[in-house]
């Protein structure tokens, strides 16, 4: 009997916990480019180009540019599907109104989504409101 309860309690502890994250195959580090053209439709905000590091962990994308809770943050999160499809957040912090949109003034917070698609290898993808920004994701 002393045998079996052991016996159970270690597969017990070598089953994967119900609900625990699994890794993916988009696991790992990634390169990110943010890259916005001019907007010239009513405000001329410049157009910037950020390159940042990334990674992804159980699936799920998390990549920032700059110092948290500073001008010129951005941070990337969502989880990436098993087919490769992303519905990612953008949350940041203007830093100069010269380059935002509507030339929002320096310090003001903001957030938007960018649909994406990963294979293995790679990535892009393209916010959904605001202004056109294109994001390429490269390993």
């Known amino acids: 009997m002393r045998a079996l309860q052991i016996l159970l309690a270690v597969a017990t502890l070598a089953a994967p916990a119900v609900g625990a ?32 590091a990334g990674v992804v962990t ?5 990549a920032v540019h700059g110092k948290e809770g500073e001008p010129g943050w951005h941070l990337v999160t969502g989880r990436i599907a098993a087919d490769g499809s992303a519905t990612l957040q953008v949350d940041g912090i203007v830093n100069n109104e010269k ?20 294979d293995m290898s790679s990535g892009s993808g393209e916010r959904l409101t605001g202004r056109v920004c294109h994001f390429t994701f490269t390993r």
Request: proline share 4%.
């Open 21 to 52: 994250a699994q890794a993916t195959g988009f696991d790992g580090t990634w390169n990110v480019t943010l890259a916005c053209p001019p907007h010239n439709d009513d405000d001329d905000a410049k157009g910037y180009t950020h390159r940042f």
């Open 58 to 62: 159980n699936g799920r994308m998390r």
């Open 99 to 118: 380059y935002a949109i509507n030339k929002a003034e320096r310090g003001k917070v903001y957030k938007y989504r960018v649909k994406a698609q990963f």
